[in-house]
């Protein structure tokens, strides 16, 4: 497979502009629409043995079941649920105008915005790249595609795949590095999607505003769990181990750090350790942990937990604390960093400044829930939140208490996969939201449309203003 084959930057330009006019030329109708997925639906199916392979290429090995159910599932989801959904997110939405303006009648009309750029990232690199593709497709648009270079292999399966589905002048794919990124970002599409870390998306935002595009941005931050003290201790720590080590941690909504009742700290610690155990039984040869993408993210996490323990920090290392060198020598080349956990990190530590991203967990003790809630207030609003609790009102103080971008309560993760709820952050953490109908509303114009009738009230409303039309104006403003 050529995976050289950037884009030039100067054909960037260009590409928008054919892809502009080619929807100008003809704005793609609900028939279109729905072909246009069912095509991609039944492609991807075809190639979905390709893209483990190349996924699992890229990061030197991931899970094939993480590649299914992250990759795969997600996609094919998403492609069902805007196929079933799709007539009725594109009709008309009648909205009132109040008896002032009686008879006339009011409607929202989702109308297609054009082009939309999506700069899609590595750690779900088809996953990011295809969702909200779908929105935008179903919503109307063409689509101008750059996914991430440090997955060279899945970029360019996106590449064929994507091709083979649509013509050149409807959906395009650009691939290169950050510099083609940074161009790409300053194009003047009709709306731009970026996902991706806060850092850069403050880059892409100012890229994108001189030309005043429209941003959605899906970013990350430090996403906490918080595990009350009536919660069953194991069952936690056991949802909390999948929404932390999925794909070695490298997932912007998995849990940063856990915030545990002061009393059951080191048996939490207990239970993630024998849940680990559990499930990475000879560890430095399991096929169902995930590679780290590439060495400077390595490097970046040996880097923090390196600081946590020149601070005085315990480190845990359940799963290789009976390895010699030579084996962790071998796993450092492979990439393969073991799940870290660290007892009590000082707040001010890399490690509680930076998002994680990967598979490092800090595990913080408190005195009381208010006292839990004002560490995660004392922090960016995060992407995501975890309260654990069998008790509603505990429940309802972390929520309201604090304010992220989702929520799942009792769990991890699995807000993401519910069509009907809208995925994005605030502030940070994000700016705008997509999935399901919300990234079809997002991708478009909700364009008001109010009708005059033949015959209305406002005909009378004009100067002179004296007699009855003074009475009217004065009856209409109280």
């Not at 009102?393 to 709820?421: C, E, K, P």
Request: aromatic residues 8%.
């Amino acid at each position: 497979m050529d995976i050289t084959a950037d884009t030039p930057l100067n054909e960037l330009a260009a590409t928008r502009e054919r892809l502009r006019a080619a929807w100008q030329a003809r704005k793609p109708d609900y028939t279109q629409r729905r072909a246009d997925l069912v095509r991609l639906r039944g492609v991807f199916r075809s190639r979905i043995d390709s893209m483990d392979a190349a996924i699992r290429a890229d990061f030197g090995h991931r899970s094939q079941h993480e590649n299914l159910l992250s990759e795969a599932m997600i996609v094919l989801a998403e492609l069902d649920h805007a196929l079933k959904h799709l007539r009725r997110w594109m009709k008309p939405r009648r909205a009132a105008v109040g008896w002032r303006f009686w008879p006339a009648s009011a409607r929202i009309v989702p109308e297609p915005v054009g082009v939309v750029g999506i700069l899609s990232p590595w750690n779900y690199p088809v996953n990011l790249a295809l969702v909200p593709l779908v929105s935008a497709v179903a919503a109307g648009n063409h689509v101008y595609l750059k996914p991430s270079e440090h997955t060279p292999r899945t970029s360019q399966w996106l590449r064929e795949l994507l091709s083979e589905v649509f013509p050149a002048d409807r959906v395009a794919v650009a691939l290169g590095g950050p510099e083609l990124g940074a161009a790409f970002a300053a194009l003047p599409f009709d709306h731009l999607l970026f996902t991706g870390s806060t850092a850069v998306g403050r880059k892409v935002m100012a890229a994108a505003a001189p030309n005043l595009t429209p941003v959605t941005l899906e970013l990350g931050g430090k996403a906490p769990a918080v595990v009350c003290a009536d919660f069953d201790l194991r069952k936690a720590a056991a949802r909390i181990a999948t929404g932390k080590w999925f794909n070695a941690g490298q997932t912007c909504i998995g849990v940063d750090y856990v915030l545990v009742d002061e009393a059951r700290g080191g048996a939490f610690v207990e239970a993630i350790r024998d849940e680990l155990l559990a499930r990475y039984p000879g560890f430095d040869t399991t096929t169902d942990y995930t590679r780290i993408i590439n060495d400077a993210q390595y490097a970046r996490l040996r880097g923090y937990v390196d600081d946590a323990r020149a601070r005085g920090t315990i480190v845990v290392e359940p799963l290789t604390d009976t390895l010699d060198a030579a084996a962790r020598e071998r796993l450092q080349r492979e990439r393969l960093f073991p799940p870290t956990l660290l007892a009590e990190p000082p707040l001010d530590s890399e490690v509680m400044r930076n998002e994680i991203f990967g598979p490092i967990l800090p595990v913080l003790t408190y005195r009381t829930l208010d006292d839990a809630i004002e560490r995660i207030r004392s922090m960016d609003r995060p992407l995501a939140l975890y309260p654990f609790s069998n008790d509603a009102r505990s429940i309802d103080r972390i929520v309201s208490g604090t304010l992220a971008g989702g929520v799942t309560v009792n769990d991890t993760l699995l807000h993401f996969g519910a069509h009907d709820l809208p995925f994005g952050g605030i502030g940070p953490s994000g700016i705008g939201a997509i999935h399901g109908r919300t990234g079809f509303d997002t991708f478009s114009k909700l364009l008001p449309v109010f009708r005059q009738r033949s015959f209305a009230g406002s005909d009378l409303l004009k100067p002179p203003y004296r007699g009855f039309v003074d009475r009217m104006v004065r009856m209409l403003s109280k």
